[in-house]
């Protein structure tokens, strides 16, 4: 163990606890976020940007329309929130060169679209990381925060130095750590997003995609190691089996 790093576990003080908590929920909350995201995202975003004239104003089909891609990344489906709508929205987007069809009596509007852009990729890789800093901030939020809180509980004497430095160190260290975690997912994110478009931005880039190829290789081997052990254990389980199918075969031969 490093003593250098060893903290007690067991001071008397609520102000790291907590601040640990907040730190863990942004990860959380974070990586619900990327989940969310997804390179399909590129032409949804394109298409609630297009702007139609309706009525002799200008609006955009994301307010006429939900716009979603629910079962193909090549395929988009607008729910034309007005059905007097339809004919002029396909109309548009016919025009505009996506093939379009609209089934009669349907509010819904399929249209195909080509592979996200180089560009369009960049745009959701570039908010990746708008998002991935935001999220630094708040980490650093959090510290800064309870970092004022432990100084005035200090200053009147509600804890002394020593558990003031002991809880600064903790969540100095949690920072650190979750910050890494944040920068990791960010990463990942990105990656997967750009694909072959992928290149580093950061300065710790490189040493963060390290640190991914160590954890999916990992995992790699966890998931082979766990299908090795599930073979074996049908593999046991089939010879167990085989004597009572030999007896009940035997038994059921000799009372025939």
Do not use: W
Not at 207 to 224: A, F, G, N, P, Y
């Amino acid at each position: 163990m490093d003593d250098e790093n060893y903290i007690p576990t067991n001071i008397e003080e609520g102000y790291s606890p907590e601040a640990i908590a907040n730190l863990e929920r942004a990860i959380e909350e974070f990586a619900e976020t990327m989940l969310e995201i997804k390179s399909e995202d590129a032409n949804i975003k394109v298409f609630r940007s297009l702007q139609i004239i309706m009525n002799g104003r200008k609006r955009r089909i994301g307010d006429l329309a939900n716009v979603e891609s629910p079962d193909d990344p090549m395929k988009i489906q607008l729910m034309v929130y007005n059905k007097e709508n339809i004919e002029t929205v396909l109309e548009f987007i016919r025009e505009n060169g996506f093939p379009a069809k609209n089934e009669e009596g349907s509010q819904f509007i399929n249209v195909r679209v080509p592979k996200p852009s180089r560009m369009q990729l960049e745009e959701i890789g570039d908010d990746v990381n708008r998002r991935t800093n935001a999220v630094g901030a708040r980490l650093m939020k959090v510290k800064t925060n309870t970092g004022l809180r432990i100084r005035a509980a200090t200053e009147k004497e509600y804890i002394d130095q020593r558990i003031a430095g002991i809880a600064t160190k903790k969540i100095d260290l949690h920072l650190e750590r979750c910050t890494k975690e944040i920068r990791i997912i960010g990463l990942m994110k990105r990656k997967q997003i750009l694909g072959s478009f992928f290149k580093v931005v950061e300065r710790d880039d490189p040493d963060l995609l390290k640190v991914i190829t160590k954890r999916v290789k990992l995992e790699s081997q966890r998931v082979e190691n766990e299908n090795q052990l599930r073979i074996q254990a049908e593999a046991l389980a089939s010879q167990a089996l085989e004597p009572q199918v030999t007896n009940q075969e035997q038994t059921n031969l000799s009372t025939s």
